[in-house]
């Protein structure tokens, strides 16, 4: 009786090792998503101004990629969805400029979005109108908005920026005046042009990486130079 106790347990032989591999193996998480933001202020008195430039852009990104900007959470307009088969989330933060990072810190905490797969995208002086300049990292440059977001990260500057030149004010105008001036007709053709060139620099980031968005970015012409 014991020796057929002891034949019927030695045939069931042990796990091999890879059946144990797939046993144990755990499926991967989720892909962070992107979290880009764009730069403005609430309210119709700010709506196509210099300053909210950054959020015609991100209004430009949603409506070509059928992303609806429709829910509000962190104190910003968000939308979600995909750019390809990336996972990205879209958000305006509704906080006004200068307290921009109490939403966009909130949103990276919460989803633990790493540093590098947030694109901020916001108006700058000193660059000249319709031109775009894409970043790795870098410090506010005086822009309130900027700062408030870097402050918000624990101080760290280590995340991507599209900016979008804006010019500098004519004559001795005040910069915080021309800030929220709207665009003149010609202007608003150009800056059209360059949200379409925006539209496909974040694609390509999201896509085939910084680099080639950098590059394509940096290179491109404003609509004045073409022809």
Known sequence: MTSSITASMSTSSPLAPDQLAVEEKKPAPPPKPW???GLGNPGKKYERTRHNVGFEMLD????????????????????KGFIGDVPVML???QTFMNASGESVGAIVSYYKIPLKQVLVIFDDLDLPFAKLRMLPKGGHG??????????HLKGSRDFPRLRIGIGRPPGKMDAANFVMRPFNKQEREELDFTMQVGVDAIRIL??????????FVNTNKPLEQIG
């Not at 430009?60 to 939308?79: D, R």
């Not at 999201?206 to 590059?215: I, P, Q, R, V, W």
């Open 206 to 215: 999201l896509l085939e990486g910084f680099n080639k968005s950098a590059t």
């Open 35 to 37: 979290l880009i933001v």
């Open 142 to 151: 005086g822009h309130n908005g900027m700062r408030s977001i870097i402050d």
């Open 91 to 93: 958000a305006k933060p």
């Open 60 to 79: 430009a990104v949603a409506e070509v990629e059928g992303i609806s900007m429709s829910s509000a959470s962190f104190k910003a307009l968000i939308g």
